[in-house]
């Protein structure tokens, strides 16, 4: 008598493990890119053309008989580019922008902490006026902001020339603040720029403080750290990406200024010792009316732009890939 073998079943226990799906047949989620394909169209259709002309025009030799229409425009190539490298004044006012984007940068941020810092510390009723006077600094128009502020500096019916005056022992006169020196031009324009961009920055600081644990703050706090301990340690890890995002939007934002420059030159002095980059490339460019060299100039702005805004992106790329 043959006796079969019944072939046993194996135990769910020792059943072999399921293998994972290859890499390439899992399904793809499209959601995140069809969510950014509205802002992408945006960015390529809102800059796409005006870069791209940018590009081509930096090429060209571009002047008034081109902008009337009684020569088309001729390519010249590199000239363009040549023309501003051997300029010693585009290179002066190229160094003083980017100083003055530095420093104003800086202080911007510096000052939005401290004063988002504030409202954290601040009873509830100060807080809401400390932010609505913020509110309404940031939302005032350029034009009617920079009439407000020069004159404040105006040398003979001044606010500033008139307090400084009823100090004891100092007799000042009708000091000119825009038109002395370069230096003392560009510390007001400086002031006046903080104060339009410190609302964004404190109100993106406060809003970062809020994530802050109080708890953690109140432990601290009874373990003996003090005031810079604590913010060192507990509360700029939180606000360090927010700080990092801001600092780049401002180099940007003053990297460009323009308007402020403008008015303020318009009351004072109009020499090239006074520009930045966005007023003499607009002297250069439009007033000047060499829209191929104008046109060089905005490209280099905008390598500078990239530049600046690298080291953001590259610690971004380091952060999602770990």
């Avoid at 390529?44 to 008989?65: D, E, H, N, R």
């Avoid at 604590?230 to 401002?250: D, G, S, T, W």
Wanted: aromatic letters at 14%.
């Amino acid at each position: 008598m043959t006796s079969t073998a019944v072939p046993t079943q194996a135990s769910p226990k020792h059943a072999p493990p399921k293998q994972a799906p290859p890499t390439g047949a899992r399904r793809r989620n499209w959601a995140p890119y069809a969510l950014i394909t509205g802002a992408v169209l945006v960015l390529v259709l809102g800059m796409g053309y005006p870069v791209g002309w940018q590009i081509v025009t930096s090429f060209q030799k571009y002047g008034a008989l081109q902008q009337l229409g009684g020569k088309a425009p001729d390519f010249v190539w590199f000239d363009n580019y040549i023309a501003i490298a051997q300029n010693p004044t585009f290179w002066q006012v190229t160094f003083r922008s980017v100083l003055f984007c530095l420093v104003t940068a800086f202080v911007t941020v510096v000052v939005g902490v401290l004063m988002a810092l504030l409202m954290t510390k601040v009873p509830a009723a100060f807080r809401f006026t400390l932010q609505i006077a913020l509110l309404l600094a940031w939302a005032m128009p350029v034009i009617a902001a920079m009439t407000v502020w020069i004159w404040l500096f105006d040398r003979r019916k001044g606010v500033v020339n008139y307090l400084i005056n009823l100090l004891p022992g100092v007799d000042i006169g009708n000091f000119n603040w825009i038109g002395t020196t370069p230096l003392l031009f560009f510390i007001v324009a400086a002031i006046i720029i903080t104060w339009m961009s410190v609302p964004f920055v404190a109100f993106s600081a406060y809003a970062g403080l809020t994530q802050v644990s109080g708890e953690v703050l109140e432990a601290a706090q009874l373990d003996g750290a003090g005031a810079f301990q604590r913010f060192q340690h507990i509360m700029y890890p939180v606000l360090k990406p927010v700080i990092a995002i801001v600092l780049l939007l401002n180099l940007i934002w003053d990297l460009r200024v323009f308007a402020q420059i403008t008015l303020l030159q318009d009351a004072g002095p109009k020499s090239t010792d006074y520009d930045l980059l966005g007023t003499y490339i607009y002297k250069t460019g439009v007033a000047g009316m060499d829209f191929g060299g104008g046109a060089a100039m905005s490209i280099f702005v905008l390598a500078i732009t990239i530049a600046l805004s690298w080291f953001y992106v590259r610690s971004l790329i380091k952060e999602e890939t770990q």
